[in-house]
T-cell receptor
Framework: GQNIDQPTEMTATEGAIVQINCTYQ??????LFWYQQHAGEAPTFLSYNVLDGLEEKGRFSSFLSRSKGYSYLLLKELQMKDSASYLC??????????????FGRGTQLTVWP | SAVISQKPSRDICQRGTSLTIQCQVDSQVTMMFWYRQQPGQSLTLIAT?????????ESGFVIDKFPISRPNLTFSTLTVSNMSPEDSSIYLC??????????FGSGTRLTVV
């Protein structure tokens, strides 16, 4: 099976930096995604990592270490609108699971003024 | 990336009845998927909708309960059959065309009474 773990909740203040961690154990690996989901809305794409290292995109960065089965999403200069659930998802990419995405439980981030 | 129209957006249904959810993609996609998201939880993959053939179900989900169709490359339906209150959830479809990101429909909020 697929095992993807991330913290349930995090809080931070406006303007701060927050790091959301994700660890995974899957049958093969073909990429890791981060999605943002506001309450009552569909998930929206934030980042995709397939190789080790840091991918930076504006205020958001995502890091991957395949050997450690570990990723993090880094959010800088937090804004109130960043309050949302952040979902880590892995694409195992092997055999019968080819193409499928499996999600962690999601991390509910609350940004305080 | 592809845009998905999902309907209905919400419904309240009597137990024992069935509801069919539709997803229409604005372009041809390689793969389509159906997820369930229970309140405060992350996304659980129900099945992969295969074009022109039977869907591939994840462990814990069966065709009799969640029949799926995908007659072409842009359209899929999920039916929730013989509903019980435990089926109350948000159901989302997703689509991808390979290496690009995965797009999600806006979700169907189902309440079974």
């Amino acid at each position: 099976g697929q095992n993807i773990d991330q913290p349930t909740e995090m809080t931070a203040t406006e303007g701060a930096i927050v790091q959301i961690n994700c660890t995974y154990q899957t049958s093969g690996f073909n990429g890791l995604f981060w999605y943002q989901q506001h309450a009552g809305e569909a998930p929206t794409f934030l980042s995709y990592n397939v190789l080790d290292g840091l991918e930076e995109k504006g205020r958001f960065s995502s890091f991957l270490s395949r050997s450690k089965g570990y990723s993090y999403l880094l959010l800088k200069e937090l804004q109130m609108k960043d309050s949302a659930s952040y979902l880590c998802a892995v694409k195992p990419g092997r055999g019968s699971t080819l193409g499928r995405l499996y999600f962690g439980r999601g991390t509910q981030l609350t940004v305080w003024p | 990336s592809a845009v998905i129209s999902q309907k209905p957006s919400r419904d309240i249904c009597q137990r024992g009845t069935s509801l069919t959810i539709q997803c229409q993609v604005d372009s041809q996609v390689t793969m389509m998927f159906w997820y369930r998201q229970q309140p405060g939880q992350s996304l659980t993959l129900i099945a992969t909708a295969n074009q022109g053939s039977e869907a591939t179900y994840e462990s814990g989900f069966v065709i009799d309960k969640f029949p799926i169709s995908r007659p072409n490359l842009t359209f899929s339906t999920l039916t929730v059959s013989n509903m019980s209150p435990e089926d109350s959830s948000i159901y989302l479809c997703s689509a991808t065309s390979g290496e690009s990101g995965y797009t999600f429909g806006s979700g169907t909020r189902l309440t079974v009474v």
